[in-house]
């Protein structure tokens, strides 16, 4: 492929795509082959972490502090836990493992533990999405910051299909050197050129094989010069320790100096003084003794003010250390307050899933109450139907009933009015004969006193149709058809009653 070299930052993103993607490619096909779960030792899984590791080095801002410059993505992979709380388990278990002292060993054990779950194209595609929050940690061309930090975290979804066991216990993830070895993705590309298109890969692959060369030479370069920087950085702090040392004794040797220039500059007053008695033959002396104090003084004064800014210098950096412990100690007071907000987090996730639990029972209970209901409802429903069919057939027999009385009474209602016609005449005869003292003699075995209010004021007694027996007119005065006839019949008050009511239960 062609490359621009105007831009070289592009130069170097679209190089470490491509090893991205023939690592992934080179991984997944050599793991599929293999047919089992991946260790630490396998060769193409240590190469993937190694590109993966220059790719979210590409690009990252330097940032200074107290102990010097510090340059890691560990910063970067943080911002997961944020923004998917589900990644905070590989967090925590990445700061608990004991032999991880850097950054970069904590972002490289990070980077594990995410493969091994089978989220780290998911996480990447996270981060990579929030570049506003990456800017605080990459320049604006960095890889994370463009379009090839999103194909990357496409690749990365194919890795789901690998299964890996790593042991991070025993690794010196901290001092390990991350070199790509670009020998076996040369020889996939010589085994891919027995295709159709075998010539056109081959010149890629040669290209490839030259810039790589190129490469080479420049981080060889670029690894001599960090470790030139190192190597005078341990001899610039060694020679600063050795004129500590050395300030500390010349210290030491000033205090002394100073004591000694006091008492010669007193000796001097006290010789001064003795000498001004003799101020004519001595006064030759005397000037040089001035000068001599003058230069002491002077002497005195410069060691002083070195004395002075040795002290303040010890303690600006006695200063710098509490403050760094002070900044250490709320770190971990921080990271205390963190993990116990994790359990209570997970103490109420727990009261949670037994809430929704209890209320999926509840729920479930209500659900067979209310199929209960519904079916004692629909039973409802059809007695209620059948109450009013019989609501309706005995409104027509009613209707029936009253026809028939009509009819009765349109039959027979002269009858009826010449019988209470005569019903009456043979009351005020039977009065008159009561108060005239002769009342007519009753049959044999024809009762005197009605049994049902026994009264004896009226001796016209009438006989009920239904029980067939006699009572006075007052107990005889309802009527009802009867079931021996369909016209209505003259029935006492007990029938009357007791027929009503079996006419009632009975609707046909």
């Not at 509490?322 to 971990?332: A, G, H, P, R």
């Not at 079916?375 to 009613?398: D, H, P, S």
């Not at 009351?427 to 003699?441: C, E, F, K």
Request: glycine content about 6%; aromatic content about 4%; hydrophobic content about 35%.
């Amino acid at each position: 492929y062609l490359l621009n070299y105007e831009d070289p930052i592009a130069i170097e993103r679209l190089n470490l795509m491509n090893m991205a993607k023939l690592s992934i490619k080179g991984l997944i096909e050599s793991a599929l082959n293999l047919g089992r779960t991946l260790d630490s030792d396998y060769a193409p899984l240590q190469q993937f972490f190694v590109v993966m590791e220059h790719c979210l080095k590409h690009g990252l801002k330097t940032k200074k502090t107290f102990l010097g410059q510090n340059k890691s993505f560990w910063g970067a992979l943080e911002l997961v836990e944020k923004l998917t709380p589900e990644a905070g388990e590989i967090t925590a278990s990445v700061k608990d493992l004991p032999g991880l002292k850097t950054p970069l060993g904590r972002g490289r054990a990070w980077l594990r533990l995410a493969l091994m779950q089978k989220k780290l194209s998911d996480y990447m595609k996270t981060i990579i999405n929030r570049k506003d929050l990456l800017s605080e940690f990459y320049e604006p061309n960095a890889l994370m910051m463009e379009e090839e930090g999103a194909v990357i975290a496409g690749l990365l979804v194919g890795l789901n299909v690998i299964d890996a066991n790593l042991c991070m216990k025993g690794e010196d993830l901290d001092s390990q050197v991350g070199v790509i070895d670009f020998s076996m993705y040369l020889k996939d590309g010589g085994h891919s050129s027995k295709s159709a298109e075998g010539d056109g890969q081959i010149t890629a692959i040669l290209d490839q094989k030259n810039y790589v060369e190129e490469l080479n030479r420049h981080l060889s370069a670029s690894v001599n010069n960090l470790q030139a920087k190192v190597d005078a950085l341990e001899k610039s702090n060694t020679k600063l320790t050795e004129e500590l040392a050395v300030a500390n004794n010349r210290i030491i040797t000033l205090q002394e100096d100073v004591e000694r220039v006091k008492e010669e500059s007193s000796y001097q007053m006290e010789s001064r003084k003795a000498l001004r008695s003799d101020s004519a033959a001595d006064g030759q002396a005397l000037g040089e003794t001035r000068k001599q104090l003058k230069e002491e003084t002077l002497l005195r004064l410069d060691v002083e003010k070195e004395l002075e800014v040795q002290i303040g210098m010890k303690q600006e950096m006695e200063l710098s250390m509490k403050m760094l412990e002070k900044d250490i100690c709320e770190k971990q007071d921080a990271l205390v307050e963190l993990r116990q907000q994790l359990e209570d987090l997970r103490a109420i996730n727990q009261q949670l899933s037994h809430k929704s639990q209890s209320a999926d029972a509840s729920s479930k209970q209500k659900s067979e109450v209310i199929a209960r209901l519904e079916e004692k409802i629909n039973q409802m429903t059809g007695t209620v139907k059948q109450l009013e069919t019989r609501c309706k057939q005995a409104e027509r027999e009613r209707d029936l009933a009253l026809e028939a009385n009509r009819l009765f009474k349109q039959e027979f209602g002269d009858k009826i009015e010449s019988l209470q016609v005569e019903v009456e005449q043979l009351r005020r005869h039977r009065y008159s004969l009561r108060r005239m003292g002769t009342v007519p003699s009753l049959p044999l075995g024809q009762p005197i006193m009605c049994t049902m209010c026994e009264q004896d004021d009226s001796l016209l007694k009438t006989k009920c149709k239904n029980c067939s027996g006699v009572f006075c007119e007052s107990c005889v005065s309802k009527e009802l058809p009867l079931p021996s006839s369909i016209l209505p019949e003259t029935v006492c008050t007990a029938c009357y009653t007791q027929l009503l009511q079996q006419y009632a239960s009975t609707p046909t």
